[in-house]
């Protein structure tokens, strides 16, 4: 069975940033598209970005220009860099990898907490 590993979560002030990466146990990366979500105490779960298998980024518009999420098939890693967090970016953050043919995939979560 395939996991997924999140790590590079942890407390930072407002404004600064973080780099999160989640990897797969095994090679399946290159057929899967690669997503970041989080989930913040008492809220649903959102979708903060998205890479397709060709590469094309789409983003929350929460965080557009702020983050950028980025894959690399040969490592099974996906990585979401995120700069000027906000206190509202505080959350467990989850990488997700989704194929229409395959059962979805989903890491365990790293929490991200932004504050002074």
């Known amino acids: 069975q395939v996991q997924l590993v999140e790590s590079g979560g942890g407390l930072v002030q407002p404004g600064g940033s973080l780099r999160l990466s989640c990897e797969a146990s095994r090679s399946i990366f290159s057929v899967y598209a690669l997503s970041w979500y989080r989930q913040a105490p008492g809220n649903q779960r959102e979708l903060v970005a998205t890479i397709t298998t060709g590469g094309t980024t789409n983003y929350a518009d929460s965080v557009n220009g702020r983050f950028t999420i980025s894959r690399d098939n040969a490592k099974n890693t996906v990585y979401l860099q995120m700069n000027s967090l906000k206190p509202e970016g505080t959350a467990v953050y989850y990488c997700?990898?989704?194929?229409?043919?395959?059962?979805?995939?989903w890491g365990q979560g790293t929490q991200v907490t932004v504050n002074s």
């Open positions: 997700n990898a989704r194929n229409p043919f395959l059962p979805d995939l």
